[in-house]
């Protein structure tokens, strides 16, 4: 008996703007995005089968070797060249194994969140996510202007911040926090999948790691 | 690896010196030429390719250190994330440089310590009784686990007085603990035999089932987990005070004997049961070999020798107040007994 397939879905993924100064100063980053619609809320069994299936797969010998692989080396050093220290703010993908240890296994947050989780250990890229109703034009990624700051966040950012930011307004900082109510949240229906390239992470990756993501978050 | 994160993208291979009467004057701070930045962006670009290699060559050290403990692998970062400056990378790749030239000394270090460690356990093994009470572990050699040798007196006590002494090797990680044993999977023999009088007279089976055997085998495994891999540690650690205890009892008898003191003798046998029933009850409270009997003799037989010597009661009712305490105290160690070992009432062999 043929088992019933689920509907195909192919990844469109759309390139993001960066600003020409970062450009410039670093060959290679990029953004890319895609949107889909898709519901929030508690996982699926599916996918928390999924997570817990992925858990088993990573162990202490995976963790050790991690930073020796190709793209978590190169998001390591891309921290290193912006002035983060990867051991105190972890690559995206470092902090989920890190979790994934600490904790005994990947625990089961929400749809959106255990699809991304899943999406980054297994391609390794930097994965966010947005609430696609929120974001205005397209994403890039540009240097904060003075004075500038976003939603949830007391003070200014500090001059020449590296932000995730539609065509209007900064959308969170890079690699750290989100502004307030750009997230995806309860009752958001569209989300915008956004995979953080540099240099070193080969474009399919990029491409792999959203249809990934995207095929969990339809599962 | 991407090899493309250590190219040098913007300068030649070998970089020429600028002519000085071409390069002008700095400009005032605010007026940045053009000629000047794109001159700071190749040494940036040159610094990240040196800091690219530096990471890897950290992470190598990173992974080649496991399971060595206490190395630092931390880089201070400079607050980001943000376009750094010439200088603030240069801080970060001499950071680097450091990091790495200190971890390469520690493991060098490290890796001395650990060959000179295995020496001594080749010597160790050859000739125990050259190295009394000396344990190696396998953290002492760069290994990860729980394994250590151990040169031991052979037989404890007899070994010790006969100079008979071994490398004992143990294996194996302790169970963690805090947490209760797993339950049994088969019901104890108690619950079997109130299910049995639930059930009324049903004729006992004569060939156990396959599933019974299954779950008799599961039982047994689980009782096997459950038990400590090895005899548990006095308080004071792995120094023989028990043995000694025993050792200065025994001298104590054989001198009481000998002299014909009964006070020697009583002394000499209090210190020898002290130190059986140290022993007994370290074993019994953690759940690795049960001594019911054992116990609650003793605490049976402390309770009639006090009446007996300290009150004026009669001999019988100091015996019947032993009696009680016996039987009270062999319930209270059966029960403590199968707390502790994952369900079962006894374990004569661990």
């Known amino acids: 008996m043929t088992p019933d397939l689920p509907d195909q879905w192919e990844v469109a993924p759309e390139p993001g703007w960066v600003e020409p100064a970062l450009a410039g100063e670093f060959p290679g980053l990029s953004i890319v995005s895609t949107t889909l619609e898709a519901s929030t809320g508690r996982s699926p069994e599916a996918l928390r089968e999924r997570l817990r299936s992925l858990s088993d797969r990573i162990g202490g010998s995976q963790a050790i070797q991690l930073r020796q692989q190709a793209i978590p080396w190169a998001y390591r050093v891309f921290f290193r060249h912006i002035g983060l220290d990867p051991d105190t703010t972890r690559t995206p993908i470092e902090q989920l194994i890190f979790e994934r240890i600490h904790d005994g296994a990947f625990k089961s947050r929400n749809r959106v969140d255990d699809a991304l989780t899943i999406a980054m250990v297994e391609v390794g890229v930097a994965m966010r996510a947005f609430d696609a109703d929120r974001v205005e034009g397209r994403i890039g990624l540009r240097l904060s202007a003075e004075g500038e700051s976003f939603e949830g966040r007391v003070s200014p950012l500090p001059d020449g911040t590296i932000v995730v930011a539609d065509e209007h307004r900064p959308l969170g900082i890079l690699f750290e926090r989100t502004a307030e109510g750009r997230g995806v949240r309860r009752g958001t229906s569209r989300v915008m999948l956004v995979a953080i390239g540099v240099r070193g992470v080969p474009d399919i990756a990029l491409e792999e790691a959203l249809w990934v993501a995207g095929s969990a978050l339809r599962a | ?350």
């Open chain 2, 1 to 350: 690896m991407p090899e493309e994160l250590l190219e040098r993208t913007d300068l030649a291979e070998v970089p020429i010196a600028p002519q000085e009467d071409l390069v002008p004057p700095a400009p005032p701070e605010g007026l940045d030429t053009v000629l000047y930045e794109h001159d700071e962006r190749a040494a940036r670009a040159d610094l990240r390719r040196q800091i690219a290699a530096m990471e890897l060559a950290l992470a190598r050290l990173f992974g080649s250190a496991f399971p060595r403990k206490g190395i630092d692998f931390a880089v201070a970062g400079m607050g980001g994330p943000r376009l750094l400056s010439v200088d603030e990378l240069e801080r970060v790749r001499d950071g680097l440089a450091a990091r790495i030239h200190d971890v390469s000394h520690r493991l060098h270090d490290a890796a001395y310590v650990e060959e000179k460690n295995r020496e001594l356990i080749e010597e160790m093994t050859a000739d125990p009784a050259s190295y009394k009470w000396v344990r190696v572990n396998n953290a002492d050699i760069g290994e990860p686990g729980c394994k250590h040798w151990h040169s031991r007196p052979k037989w404890g006590p007899v070994g010790l007085l006969m100079d008979w002494w071994r490398v004992k090797i143990s294996s194996g990680c302790p169970l963690a603990k805090g947490l209760r044993p797993p339950e049994p999977l088969m019901p104890t023999k108690r619950q079997r035999r109130k299910r049995r009088r639930q059930r009324g007279a049903q004729p006992p089976q004569t060939q156990p089932a396959a599933v019974g055997l299954d779950d008799a085998k599961r039982a047994a495994a689980a009782r096997r987990k459950a038990t400590p891999a090895k005899r548990p540690e006095a308080l004071w650690g792995s120094f023989p005070l028990s043995e000694l205890v025993v050792l200065i009892g025994v001298i104590l008898l054989i001198v009481g004997f000998a002299m014909q003191a009964p006070v020697t003798v009583v002394v000499g046998l209090g210190l020898a049961a002290l130190a059986g029933v140290e022993l007994a009850a370290r074993e019994h409270f953690t759940g690795y070999r049960s001594h019911n009997v054992l116990l609650a003799g003793a605490a049976g037989t402390a309770t009639f020798s006090l009446l007996l010597v300290s009150t004026p009661t009669a001999p019988v009712a100091c015996l019947a107040a032993g009696v009680i305490v016996f039987g009270g105290s062999a319930w209270l160690l059966v029960g403590a007994f199968r707390r502790r070992s994952g369900g079962a009432a006894y374990r004569i062999k661990p």
